[in-house]
């Protein structure tokens, strides 16, 4: 796979991480590393306790005290709740596909790209069920820019299919609609550990409209296995989860 440096996901870490912490005296941070830092505790911060209360329900405090940042640094990085959440989706979301473009990059054809694509964003979701809860159920409740922000990423899937067999307009819309609500559904489930599983099932879905029912039939026998794709700072099977 492609070696470039990808951010950590918001969530994939506790807001008051001690290796996060703000040095202090004559070898101090700059004040420019010291506002990248707390900006990057408060993105944890605010997916945990977005997931955890629901957006409607956390407070600015509350997104602070999981930082372990002053109200004042708030302030300073963001003009209020729904900037910040706004701040933390976009960077979070580029995580992701930047995830996924390296995945369906390196593959050798369409179908295999698009696969391993899905296989990265489904992995992922699982592996950090606070931020599958905030970007995929909570998004709802943060207002019309939220929303718009969305259908903006969904458009941006679309990039996975310019080399399928032509389709009709607006099918590949339809698609990555029909995905994302089966991601939907078993996230504001609390079934977020299950998505791995849908790889066979979804991938079918996403061939079928261009394969074929018996073109894409394969995909329907191929069971999810293989390594499980984390994003930086994420715990894998294995790796013991720091809380």
Same mark, same amino acid.
């Given at each position: =796979?492609?070696?470039?440096?990808?951010?950590?996901?918001?969530?994939?870490?506790? #807001?008051?991480?001690?290796?996060?912490?703000?040095?202090? #005296?004559?070898?101090? =941070?700059?004040?420019?590393?010291?506002?990248?830092?707390?900006?990057?505790?408060?993105?944890?911060?605010?997916?945990?306790?977005?997931?955890?209360?629901?957006?409607?329900?956390?407070?600015?405090?509350?997104?602070?005290?999981?930082?372990?940042?002053?109200?004042?640094?708030?302030?300073?990085?963001?003009?209020?709740?729904?900037?910040? $959440?706004?701040?933390?989706?976009?960077?979070?979301?580029?995580?992701?596909?930047? =995830?996924? !473009?390296?995945?369906?990059? !390196?593959?050798?054809?369409?179908?295999?790209?698009?696969?391993?694509?899905?296989?990265?964003?489904? !992995? @992922?979701?699982?592996? @950090?069920?606070?931020?599958?809860?905030?970007?995929?159920? +909570?998004?709802?409740?943060?207002?019309?820019?939220?929303?718009?922000?969305?259908?903006?990423?969904?458009?941006?899937?679309?990039?996975?299919?310019? +080399?399928?067999?032509?389709?009709?307009?607006?099918?590949?819309?339809?698609?990555? #609609?029909?995905?994302?609500?089966?991601?939907?559904?078993?996230?504001?489930?609390?079934?977020?550990?299950?998505?791995?599983?849908?790889?066979?099932?979804?991938?079918? $879905? =996403?061939?079928?409209?261009?394969?074929?029912?018996?073109?894409?039939?394969?995909?329907?026998? @191929?069971?999810?296995?293989?390594?499980? @794709?984390?994003?930086?700072?994420?715990?894998?099977?294995?790796?013991?989860?720091?809380?």
């Amino acid at each position: =796979m492609t070696n470039s440096v990808i951010s950590p996901l918001p969530g994939a870490r506790a #807001g008051r991480d001690p290796a996060r912490a703000i040095k202090r #005296g004559p070898r101090s =941070m700059t004040p420019e590393a010291v506002a990248a830092t707390q900006r990057e505790r408060l993105f944890d911060a605010l997916v945990h306790t977005v997931a955890e209360k629901g957006y409607v329900n956390a407070r600015v405090s509350d997104i602070c005290t999981a930082a372990g940042v002053t109200r004042p640094a708030f302030y300073a990085l963001f003009a209020g709740k729904e900037d910040a $959440f706004l701040d933390t989706y976009r960077h979070g979301t580029g995580v992701v596909l930047r =995830m996924m !473009d390296e995945a369906y990059t !390196d593959a050798d054809d369409w179908r295999t790209g698009a696969r391993a694509a899905l296989k990265v964003l489904l !992995d @992922v979701l699982a592996s @950090v069920p606070a931020f599958a809860a905030m970007a995929i159920v +909570e998004i709802d409740a943060a207002g019309p820019l939220a929303r718009s922000e969305r259908a903006e990423l969904l458009g941006r899937f679309a990039r996975f299919f310019a +080399e399928a067999p032509d389709v009709p307009d607006g099918l590949v819309d339809t698609v990555v #609609g029909g995905v994302y609500a089966t991601i939907y559904s078993r996230v504001s489930a609390g079934r977020v550990a299950d998505l791995p599983e849908l790889l066979p099932m979804l991938s079918y $879905f =996403m061939m079928a409209p261009f394969l074929g029912s018996e073109g894409a039939a394969a995909e329907l026998t @191929v069971r999810p296995g293989g390594e499980r @794709v984390v994003p930086p700072c994420a715990a894998s099977d294995t790796d013991e989860v720091f809380h």
